[in-house]
């Protein structure tokens, strides 16, 4: 477990993520950093992290997780990440590796159901619990040799939600799409770090709109109840002109 790719991948005087160095944190502490990241770059898709051996080990899941124990998610395994990129959400600028909207779009701790994680890893049948604030209760990623696996079909995993009193056929992507962090959607990030709302709106769910603002959805009220007000007064206004043409007649 490295940062080794993950720093030689980005240009840290260009992009706002963190450079990060390996956390001595041991393997055993009492609480381990759960984090998935909704990241609209060139597609969309769900960074799913753990903390484990100092860095978070990371797998990107396109579809994002499901609720449902019959639906398996494919999650590739990608390079470690620092534990502080845990919490970073904005723009990585176009052209940078991963260049696109980050959000936060779940948070928490997770703790293993097996007692050798590294051994558990290695076979490729890694058990574990989240207590995050969407993503509770027991989970499962498999090593498969199935698409982006290559020969060894070690980079390719599925995520399975195991069935306990969490699972549920609701679409929480769908369902809850917001930052835990911020409560904006990926167009209202993309927005406030000056970054491409019109590619980050794609991510969000079609239904759902960013958050123009208190003060002008105010105003957009205030301009609909005037534009009431001079129907009413051209009403009043005609009322003398209709009896003034009746008493010609």
């Known amino acids: 477990m490295t940062l080794k790719k993950y720093q030689e991948k980005r240009r840290f005087d260009v992009t706002p993520e963190p450079f990060g160095k390996q956390n001595g944190k041991s393997k055993k502490a009492p609480s381990l950093v759960y984090v998935i990241q909704k990241h609209r770059a060139s597609h969309l898709h769900y960074d799913f992290r753990?903390?484990?051996?100092?860095?978070?080990?990371?797998?990107?899941?396109?579809?994002?997780?499901?609720?449902?124990?019959?639906?398996?998610?494919?999650?590739?395994?990608v390079e470690d990440h620092p534990i502080d990129y845990a919490t970073f959400e904005g723009v990585i600028p176009a052209g940078e590796y991963g260049g696109g909207t980050v959000m936060v779009w779940d948070q928490g701790t997770w703790e293993p159901e097996q007692e050798d994680v590294d051994a558990a890893l290695q076979k490729g049948d890694f058990k574990f619990t989240l207590h995050g604030?969407?993503?509770?209760?027991?989970?499962?990623l498999v090593r498969t040799r199935g698409y982006g696996g290559g020969s060894s079909g070690k980079s390719s995993?599925?995520?399975?939600?195991?069935?306990?009193?969490?699972?549920?056929t609701e679409?929480?992507?769908?369902s809850q799409p917001y930052s835990v962090v911020s409560r904006r959607l990926l167009a209202d990030i993309a927005r406030d770090n000056h970054g491409d709302v019109e590619q980050a709106a794609t991510g969000d769910p079609a239904h759902k709109k960013a958050d123009e603002g208190t003060d002008k959805k105010?105003?957009?009220?205030?301009?609909?109840?005037?534009?009431?007000?001079?129907?009413?007064?051209?009403?009043?206004?005609?009322?003398?002109?209709?009896?003034?043409?009746?008493?010609?007649?």
Not at 53 to 70: I, T, Y
Not at 160 to 166: A, L, S, V
Not at 171 to 174: H, M, Y
């Open 171 to 174: 679409d929480i992507t769908e």
């Open 50 to 77: 753990l903390e484990w051996n100092g860095v978070l080990l990371s797998w990107a899941v396109p579809k994002g997780p499901s609720l449902d124990p019959s639906v398996k998610r494919l999650a590739m395994h």
């Open 218 to 249: 105010t105003d957009e009220k205030a301009n609909r109840v005037l534009q009431k007000q001079p129907p009413k007064s051209s009403a009043v206004k005609k009322r003398p002109a209709r009896a003034k043409n009746r008493a010609r007649a």
């Open 157 to 168: 995993w599925l995520l399975i939600k195991h069935r306990d009193e969490y699972a549920s």
């Open 133 to 140: 604030k969407k993503l509770k209760g027991s989970w499962v």
